[in-house]
């Protein structure tokens, strides 16, 4: 982020910081409004990308970008594990948009704007989805992302690109909602290493059903309108549609990644403290997390 103050910086529509899986199917697709610039980690892996990558089985080439050559951009979106945030929110306010979104998971908005606190910066929230392997980028499926008020030109950019997108007035509430999915699934699976399916089943589908049961006076609390019944009639479902699905958080586990945990189950926590609620089984799942996590780290030799 050295960008010299003199040097002559390209300016674009649309950023998006994080080339990885999410960010380059966001990428591929908003190609289709105009140039799209790409944000990525280090100057290696920049220059790897603009060799080109393979996103959805098509060779694509795009306009990549090294923290230290940074354009202009009317609009970031960040779309980097959570645990990257603060480095790559630094990287998004050096592009001076006129707004910045994460369509991260987790609960990360107040962490933006400690991180940004010279841009306007939102939290919306997607269902599309995409991994990556050595092959390349597969997007899966079609979503739908809702964005915070304030985002209405960028929300339109997205829907000329072909996304279901919108505005939502309540994204407090949308964000709570998928918070509760990723609460009840995302640990559950990481700690068990099951597909998504599985948590529906003896011995698991009580630690599920606890989770929710717990989670949801807290994110009542916080301006979730569901009862008990619609909130774990939702999450069984999410686990039915995707019952062959590797949770993110499972597949950071199996690859000795740090996990989401912090901004997920992390996020919870100080909520439930606040409305003096008690949630002893997430605060049980957010430990043996963290406790894989370090040991993970420590025998790799003490990353994190
Ligand atoms: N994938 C999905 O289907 C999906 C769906 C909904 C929401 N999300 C959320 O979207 C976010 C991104 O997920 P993902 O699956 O796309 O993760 P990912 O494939 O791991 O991509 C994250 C990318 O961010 C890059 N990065 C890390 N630190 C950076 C920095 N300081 N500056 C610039 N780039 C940086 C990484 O670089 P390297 O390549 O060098 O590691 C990586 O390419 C997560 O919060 C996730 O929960 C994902």
Request: proline letters at 6%.
């Amino acid at each position: 982020m050295t960008v010299a103050p003199d040097t002559p910086r390209p300016h674009y529509p649309i950023a998006i910081v994080g080339a990885g899986a999410l960010g380059l199917a966001f990428a591929a697709r908003l190609v289709a409004t105009g140039r799209v610039a790409v944000i990525a980690r280090n100057a290696a892996r920049a220059a790897e990308l603009a060799r080109g990558v393979q996103i959805g089985g098509q060779s694509r080439r795009l306009d990549v970008f090294a923290p230290d050559t940074l354009p202009t951009a009317d609009w970031a979106v960040l779309l980097v594990k959570t645990g990257d945030t603060a480095d790559a929110a630094r990287l998004a306010g050096a592009l001076q948009p006129r707004g910045l979104l994460s369509l991260q998971n987790g609960l990360i908005e107040a962490q933006l704007r400690a991180a940004c606190p010279a841009v306007t910066v939102g939290q919306g929230v997607t269902t599309e989805g995409a991994y990556r392997d050595a092959a390349g980028i597969h997007p899966s499926g079609a979503g739908e992302t809702l964005l915070p008020p304030g985002f209405e030109d960028l929300a339109a950019l997205f829907v000329r690109a072909g996304f279901v997108a919108r505005v939502d007035p309540d994204i407090v509430r949308a964000r709570l909602a998928k918070l509760l999915i990723n609460l009840a699934i995302n640990p559950l699976a990481a700690l068990f290493r099951v597909p998504n399916g599985a948590l529906l089943e003896p011995p698991h589908r009580a630690l599920l059903d606890a989770l929710v049961r717990e989670a949801l006076p807290v994110l009542r609390a916080n301006g979730l309108e569901l009862d008990e019944a619609a909130a774990l009639a939702r999450v069984h479902g999410v686990a039915r549609a995707t019952a062959a699905n590797r949770a993110s958080m499972l597949q950071d586990v199996l690859a000795g990644r740090r996990t989401e945990i912090d901004a997920i189950t992390g996020a919870l926590l100080p909520m439930a403290e606040a409305a003096g609620l008690e949630v002893p089984t997430h605060r049980a799942v957010h430990t043996l997390v963290r406790t894989i996590e370090r040991g993970t780290f420590d025998s790799a030799g003490g990353q994190g």
